[in-house]
């Protein structure tokens, strides 16, 4: 174990591979109360990275500022190798990131299911009069195909239940093919089956896929499957060499060495 | 028939039919965005400011559409501005200008003693005094409407499902929020006009809500939308001029029986 107490970029030095996500002592929050707390977090292209904390940790806080939601109280940011910091920066990254929300409310009018991955292609190859063409269609018979609800496709999305409206949203974030892929406790609310289900898929998903990806969650996570679990408690972010694939013991909660 | 032919030689009432025809399919595609982004507590406040707006314009002694427009206008543009905080407290603050606006109608009008069939006319309407200048800007109004939705679809269609990811994926969240909001408000003025604040609803809400009984997706909706709009006032002005009808309430009521029989349909077609 390396005995620095937070995880900083520089951790990366030698390791190969570009930083596609690099926080350096980020600071964010909400109404100008920081929930976030100089977190520092690099995270390499083709990683896969799990981040566990309880509620109220600030994992959705973190994701949104990653997603340009956020603007960050201090610290620099810079994202796919460029530092973000207006909204010309934001759009270009948002762009580039597929986003899994903690939350699939049910809409407030008829969506099919089709249509709702199609729009997660939204700034990527259509947007204002330039429309969704043939191509676009056949990335979303594909992303139905892979998330398993290819026969859902033509349903209302309002009558899916929870795990199969989080599918959707799963193809709905590839379907942007995006460089990076950020989920926020995407299985916390499925039964067991249906996370065990999911969870499978995200993992294929990423060895076949190769897309980098951030998942948040306050539920354990199978550390093996994943480059890295990080800890984040009260808007702290815990050191990255805790458990990785050299380290599978220490998946549980624990002080800084 | 030939009663019909005559009526419409008439050019008042030729252009209450094109006014109304004209809400009827434009207008009503507001009502999609009123039942999607939660505002039924907002237009029934733009409503009562309309209202409000309308009393000064007569009290003030210029035109009640002037006043209304200017009023609601600015009432849309500073609730679209204060945005999300608005429909957290929506029911309060609906509560407060419903009242507040209504107290100050009627204290408006009964202070500048404007005659009463002219606060009837803000009430029920009166599209038979449609000028020229009226009828090209409920049509300039029908026009931008139907312009946004064209133009800016799948931007829209993402704010109405789900504005959190809209804006994750960069959609300018905001902007198309506010236009959507200074849209329903010009909407609401202009209806005010032509069916009276009672019946504002018949032309911007109620064909919505039926065509969301039926639609598949958000251009399904805005095509049934503007057709039960059309049905509603192009129906509506024809039994008016047939059994001799005020236009609005007509209006108002072939609206009402679309959204009594669509909701009939629905619930048998959800059972069967
Ligand atoms: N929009 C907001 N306005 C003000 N405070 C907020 C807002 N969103 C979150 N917070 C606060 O920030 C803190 C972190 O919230 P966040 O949603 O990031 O936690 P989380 O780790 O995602 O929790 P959970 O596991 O419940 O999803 C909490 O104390 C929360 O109350
Ligand atoms: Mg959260």
Redesign the pocket.
């Known amino acids: 174990m390396m005995p620095s107490a937070a995880v900083t970029p520089e951790s990366l030095v030698g390791v190969t591979g570009e930083p596609l996500i690099r926080l350096q002592g980020v600071s964010g929050?909400?109404?100008g109360?920081a929930?976030?707390h100089e977190v520092s977090l690099a995270v390499r292209r083709g990683e896969l990275v799990g981040i566990v904390?309880?509620?109220?940790?600030?994992?959705?806080?973190?994701?949104?500022i990653l997603l340009g939601l956020l603007t960050p109280m201090s610290g620099t940011m810079e994202m796919f190798g460029r530092r973000i910091r207006d909204a010309g920066d934001r759009a270009w990254m948002q762009k580039r990131i597929g986003y899994l929300a903690?939350i699939q409310e049910p809409p407030a009018i008829p969506v099919t299911v089709a249509d709702t991955v199609l729009l997660g292609r939204w700034g990527r190859s259509f947007a204002g009069l330039r429309r969704p063409g043939a191509a676009d269609r056949e990335v979303v018979r594909r992303h139905l195909e892979l998330t398993g609800i290819a026969e859902l496709a033509k349903r209302d999305l309002r009558s899916l239940s929870g795990g199969q409206r989080q599918r959707a949203a799963l193809a709905r974030a590839l379907a942007r093919e995006p460089e990076l892929l950020l989920m926020?406790?995407p299985t916390?609310y499925l039964d067991k089956h249906a996370r065990n289900d999911l969870m499978r898929r995200i993992l294929d998903i990423h060895s076949e896929s190769g897309i980098t990806m951030l998942l948040?969650?306050?539920v354990e996570l199978p550390g093996r499957e994943f480059d890295r679990v990080l800890h984040?408690d009260e808007?702290l972010l815990d050191r990255a060499d805790r458990t990785d694939r050299t380290d599978r013991t220490a998946s549980d909660e624990g002080g800084a060495p | 028939m030939s009663e019909i032919a005559a009526a419409l030689s008439i050019p008042v009432i030729r252009h209450a039919l094109i006014g109304m025809l004209v809400a009827g399919s434009t207008l009503s595609l507001l009502g999609v965005v009123i039942v999607s982004l939660h505002l039924t507590a907002i237009r029934f406040t733009l409503i009562h400011v309309g209202l409000l707006g309308a009393a000064a314009g007569l009290s003030l002694g210029f035109s009640s559409t002037a006043g209304a427009f200017t009023l609601v206008l600015l009432a849309s543009v500073l609730m679209g501005i204060s945005g999300r905080r608005m429909s957290i407290s929506a029911s309060s603050v609906t509560g407060l200008f419903m009242t507040g606006s209504l107290a100050g109608a009627f204290l408006l009008l009964s202070r500048t003693g404007v005659p009463a069939m002219e606060v009837f006319g803000v009430f029920a309407g009166n599209i038979l005094l449609m000028t020229r200048v009226d009828l090209v800007l409920v049509a300039v109004l029908g026009v931008v409407v139907v312009a946004a939705f064209v133009l800016a679809f799948r931007e829209i269609q993402l704010v109405l499902l789900d504005s959190e990811l809209a804006r994750s994926l960069g959609v300018p969240v905001d902007l198309v929020t506010s236009f959507l909001f200074v849209l329903l408000g010009a909407g609401v003025a202009a209806a005010l006009r032509l069916v009276g604040a009672l019946l504002v609803d018949a032309i911007i809400l109620l064909p919505g809500i039926a065509a969301l009984r039926f639609a598949r997706g958000l251009a399904s909706a805005l095509v049934l939308s503007a057709f039960f709009g059309v049905l509603a006032c192009g129906g509506g002005f024809f039994a008016a001029l047939y059994f001799d009808l005020p236009i609005g309430a007509s209006a108002a009521a072939v609206s009402t029986i679309i959204l009594a029989l669509s909701s009939a349909v629905s619930a048998i077609q959800k059972r069967g």
Do not use: F, W
Request: glycine share 18%; charged share 20%.
């Open positions: 929050g909400y109404n109360k929930v976030l904390g309880q509620n109220g940790a600030g994992k959705s806080t973190l994701l949104k903690q926020d406790e916390t948040v969650t306050h984040l808007g």
